[in-house]
T-cell receptor, first 112, second 113 residues
């Protein structure tokens, strides 16, 4: 069965620290990859997505993610986090249809 | 404003009662989804629908039912057969093209006592 694994459930960082959130998926075919973010009290919203082309994609608020096909990974990065990045982050994969599978989520807390 | 409206936002029900959560979208999206969000488990797909009068089971469909009589509406019924119904339920939609961004509603909190 298709699945998405996020390596860390909770991450605590100080402001200006670098962030990397891991995401691996299990599916051998073509995938579309997403990172969604849920800020406290807000809707889930798209952070960035990969469909094809350059495997390094840039999203909103300085986030980026790299698709490494050989590792089935799509890790999210940000060089310097801010207190306002405190949120829950979800990796998601769509495989050849309308079905999108989400990871369990990573709760990030940034200390001011 | 275009968007997805879920109602009610908070709902309390007694065990053994069916309850229906409403989801309406005015984005003209073809595909609609219901997810359940539990702490530590992320979003799990309950049902999805690609077109009117058609829907498919997701990963955790047992104890739930849906209908898609209109493009803009995709109500979810949580039946008494659902063993652990207390959860946060999210409705979502996406345009026709495969792999497009999913747009989410604000969610509905269901508590069964």
């Amino acid at each position: 069965a298709q699945s998405v694994s996020q390596h860390n459930h909770h991450v605590i960082l100080s402001e200006a620290a670098s962030l990397e959130l891991g995401c691996n998926y299990s599916y051998g075919g073509t995938v579309n990859l997403f990172w969604y973010v849920q800020y406290p009290g807000q809707h889930l919203q798209l952070l960035l997505k990969y469909f094809s082309g350059d495997p390094l994609v840039k999203g909103i608020k300085g986030f980026e993610a790299e698709f490494i096909k050989s590792k089935f990974s799509f890790n999210l990065r940000k060089p310097s986090v801010q207190w306002s990045d405190t949120a829950e982050y979800f990796c998601a994969v769509t495989t050849g249809g309308f079905k999108t599978i989400f990871g369990a989520g990573t709760r990030l807390f940034v200390k001011a | 404003d275009g968007g997805i409206t879920q109602s009610p936002k908070y709902l309390f029900r007694k065990e053994g009662q069916n309850v229906t959560l409403s989801c309406e979208q005015n984005l003209n999206h073809d595909a609609m989804y219901w997810y359940r969000q539990d702490p530590g488990q992320g979003l799990r797909l309950i049902y999805y629908s690609q077109i009117v009068n058609d829907f498919q089971k997701g990963d955790i469909a047992e104890g739930y039912s849906v209908s898609r009589e209109k493009k803009e509406s995709f109500p979810l019924t949580v039946t008494s057969a659902q063993k652990n119904p207390t959860a946060f339920y999210l409705c979502a939609s996406t345009p026709q093209a495969i792999g497009n961004t999913i747009y989410f509603g604000e969610g509905s909190w269901l508590t069964v006592v």
